[in-house]
């Protein structure tokens, strides 16, 4: 079957890095995707990579290993409007998307 | 900047009554999607249209159906309701097969 594997929950602190990761088993790939979702809103578009390596936008950046089948979002500098689920998503060999569960992320001051 | 716009917000309904979610885009997509989203669980594919009059099923179809008569237009619609259909339902759209999705503010369905 296909999975998308992702931590349940992660708390960080205001200013700091954290890292959030997320391997999948799917049925081919054409791109994994990163999304962001507030509570009770809707998810928005974050990144999107479908060859190895880093993609940097902002304070944001998603890296790709398409041999390990893993990837990772990376935020920096974090603020208290970054709590929120993070949400990773592969298109598989029919260009279907598979979701994660997301990441509930915690900030504290 | 309207992008995607889904009526109704919130709905309550009786096991067996029936319902229709309306998505409406103004971006011009070919590609439309209807998902939910439970507690727990990864967003999953109801239905799907890749243009104007087409439609195709996807991870959990059953009990729902879909039209797309105009291309801005994908209407979900709920023939007899199960409290098992409580959940949030997401409309979303994209330019094409690759392209990011653009969701709409979601629909929250309770039914009793």
């Known amino acids: 079957g296909q999975n998308i594997d992702q931590p349940t929950e992660m708390t960080a602190t205001e200013g700091a890095i954290v890292q959030i990761n997320c391997t999948y088993q799917t049925s081919g790939f054409n791109g994994l995707f990163w999304y962001q979702q507030h509570a009770g809103e809707a998810p928005t578009f974050l990144s999107y990579n479908v060859l190895d390596g880093l993609e940097e936008k902002g304070r944001f950046s998603s890296f790709l290993s398409r041999s390990k089948g893993y990837s990772y979002l990376l935020l920096k500098e974090l603020q208290m409007k970054d709590s929120a689920s993070y949400l990773c998503?592969?298109?598989?060999?029919?260009?279907?998307?598979?979701w994660g569960a997301g990441t509930k992320l915690i900030i504290k001051p | 900047n309207a992008g995607v716009t889904q009526t109704p917000k919130f709905r309550v309904l009786k096991t067996g009554q029936s319902m229709t979610l309306l998505c409406a885009q103004d971006?011009?997509?070919?590609?439309m999607y209807w998902y939910r989203q439970d507690p727990g669980m990864g967003l999953r594919l109801i239905h799907y249209?890749?243009?104007?009059?087409?439609?195709a099923k996807g991870e959990v179809p059953d009990g729902y159906n879909v039209s797309r008569l105009k291309k801005q237009n994908f209407l979900l619609g709920l023939e007899s309701a199960a409290p098992s259909q409580t959940s949030v339902y997401f409309c979303?759209?994209?330019?094409?097969?690759?392209?990011?999705?653009?969701f709409g503010e979601g629909s929250r369905l309770t039914v009793l």
């Open positions: 998503a592969v298109k598989d060999s029919n260009y279907q998307l598979i």
């Open positions: 979303a759209s994209a330019a094409g097969e690759t392209g990011e999705l653009f």
């Open positions: 249209s890749v243009g104007e009059g087409t439609t």
């Open positions: 971006m011009n997509h070919e590609y």
